[in-house]
């Protein structure tokens, strides 16, 4: 078990996701007490009756979970028999080349927040600057962006969504009884469209170090 979380550190550092191939004898609570803890827990599967598009069986587009889950996790129950595929997509990588004053500009625009905790903002930075300006986190959902200030700030926008839109994405296919971790803070994920009433079942974990957080009733 230890050389399978020096694995998933590994992974998460240098490509932003791991993928945990379905074993008879593991554990997934073991390999998350290496990351954090459990602060958020959701089924994902179509649900005809819900206006959620989480719950329905189209194409997801390429965004992140809330800014507190440091790492999101998905544990396959089921898949369907076509389609389903997730979708990950490094931002780091996509802003790589981006000038200082580009990054300052996506650092000033905002994003609404997901409203899930007690004590949430009603926004966060799109993009998280470290001491040496450079990127730390990403938080970005197309339908939760708040309207640019200024021209500048539209103009970055597009030069960042319009290479997300035109970057090819990992395509992961989960098996039953596999796993997908990814850095929440990095990578921008989405899914592909699959057929309707197919048994496509993963159950989402959100995780942070910070283990006070407590989620509106």
């Not at 921008?188 to 170090?209: I, K, V």
Request: aromatic share 10%; with cysteine; net charge neutral.
């Amino acid at each position: 078990m230890s050389t399978k979380k020096e694995t998933i550190h590994h992974d998460l550092k240098a490509k932003g996701f791991t993928k945990i191939e379905y074993s008879p004898n593991s554990n997934i609570a073991d390999y998350f007490e290496s990351l954090g803890e459990v602060i958020f827990k959701t089924e994902i599967k179509e649900n005809p009756s819900s206006t959620r598009l989480l719950a329905s069986n189209n194409k997801m587009e390429l965004h992140t979970d809330h800014q507190k889950a440091r790492y999101i996790a998905w544990f396959c129950n089921s898949q369907s028999a076509s389609g389903g595929e997730s979708l990950l997509l490094d931002s780091f990588q996509v802003i790589r080349n981006f000038s200082d004053e580009t990054l300052n500009l996506l650092s000033e625009i905002t994003i609404k927040s997901h409203n899930v905790f007690y004590g949430d903002k009603l926004s966060y930075p799109l993009l998280s600057l470290n001491d040496n300006k450079k990127a730390e986190s990403i938080y970005y959902a197309q339908w939760l962006v708040n309207a640019p200030g200024c021209i500048k700030h539209k103009k970055a926008l597009e030069k960042f969504e319009n290479l997300i839109e035109y970057t090819e994405p990992n395509k992961v296919l989960l098996s039953e009884g596999d796993l997908l971790i990814i850095d929440n803070h990095r990578m921008l994920h989405g899914r592909e469209g699959f057929p309707s009433a197919s048994n496509r079942w993963l159950t989402r974990y959100w995780l942070s170090d910070n283990t006070n957080q407590k989620t509106n009733k």
